[in-house]
């Protein structure tokens, strides 16, 4: 695989079937500007009423499916980038893991958006919920796994497991068997998993995962374990100094970050069979440390290691919400992301 500096931008699919054009071009355009050559998004949403692209369950709604189609052709107009599609979401924003499992349990309603609420961990042991999954994953992969912008298969955004008593393979279990099936459908293309990066209890030894972990072990999440399954063909991680450890000052959080990336690298190397990394999601909030950061990512892509991508979150359109994270092309910090991808990303044919 080819290093490559990227961005998030989540909201594409949801302006397209908006019929909210301008903008996509407009951010697309943007994205194309500053030198990005990967954009990943998410290729969901779900649940009752307007604007969703799945209204009940494996069943892809005709008018979203053509805003969908439109996107690609207009990625694949544009030339010179390619897409990491993220098939569902752990959070319950636009439906994801939850809706699933609210339909397996006949229930009406998306449910609670609250990042507290379980119900959505059911997915990865119900047997109803996944075969949801499955046909839906089904659907989308094979209507454009044959599109030229297709650049990978994301099974699942930021998986975890907050169930009582959880077994910690129980994530590993899931993300063998999506990422299989996934693999059964496309063998063109690579696939992984949107994981933030925590380890989990068996961490493999000498390292020191428990110094490294700012959650604890509270997540249900074993990211050695479930990198290590061969339907996984590149591992990622995320990284929010800020948001996992609230009590840091900004130059703790960078420091954090580094070693964050350092310490995942080092297991690649020593417990995955020198598997490929992406930072799939990265960014600090204002600070004077954030372009340190975008500078450490981009010596360490160009060391030409073990990491293979950065896509930092996220580009938008002038005007779109700001997160805290938010890039738009008039940013200041945009500039060393477009040295990054100048220097990283070489040229895709159109």
Not at 12 to 24: G, P, Q, S, T
Not at 281 to 299: A, I, K, S
């Amino acid at each position: 695989m080819e290093p490559f500096a990227g961005t998030n931008c989540y909201y594409l699919l949801e302006k397209a079937i908006y019929n909210d054009r301008d903008i996509v071009r407009n951010t697309l355009r943007d994205i194309k500007k500053a030198g990005f050559n990967v954009i990943r998004m998410w290729a969901f949403s779900d649940g009752e009423g307007q604007g969703k692209l799945q209204t009940r369950p494996g069943v892809p709604d005709p008018a979203a499916l053509a805003a969908f189609d439109w996107l690609m052709d207009e990625v694949e107009a544009l030339g010179g980038i390619k897409l990491m599609l993220t098939l569902t979401n752990c959070l319950a924003d636009y439906g994801g893991m939850q809706q699933y499992v609210r339909w397996a349990k006949g229930e009406a309603g998306p449910g609670p958006n609250d990042f507290g609420f379980n119900e959505r961990f059911e997915l990865y042991t119900n047997s109803r919920a996944k075969d949801f999954y499955k046909e839906y994953v089904a659907a989308i992969i094979n209507r454009y796994k044959g599109r030229a912008c297709i650049h990978s298969w994301d099974i699942c955004n930021e998986p975890r497991n907050r169930l009582p008593n959880a077994p910690s393979d129980v994530i590993a279990g899931w993300v063998q068997e999506a990422a299989g099936w996934v693999k059964s459908l496309d063998t063109r293309h690579p696939v992984t998993v949107g994981s933030e990066g925590f380890f989990g209890p068996s961490p493999p030894a000498p390292v020191d995962w428990q110094g490294k972990n700012p959650y604890g072990y509270n997540e249900g999440c074993n990211w050695a374990l479930e990198s290590q399954s061969p339907n996984i063909d590149f591992v990622c991680i995320h990284s929010y100094a800020d948001q996992w450890r609230r009590g840091d000052t900004t130059q703790q959080w960078l420091d954090f970050n580094k070693q964050w990336l350092d310490c995942h690298l080092e297991a690649c190397s020593k417990h995955l069979g020198n598997k490929p990394l992406v930072l799939q999601e990265y960014n600090m909030p204002q600070c004077p440390q954030r372009t340190q950061y975008y500078d450490y990512v981009r010596q360490t892509l160009a060391a030409k290691n073990l990491l293979v991508g950065a896509l930092c979150w996220m580009t938008a359109a002038e005007g779109y919400y700001n997160d805290g994270y938010t890039l738009y092309a008039s940013s200041p910090e945009m500039q060393p992301l477009t040295s990054m991808c100048a220097q990283i990303n070489r040229p895709r044919p159109a």
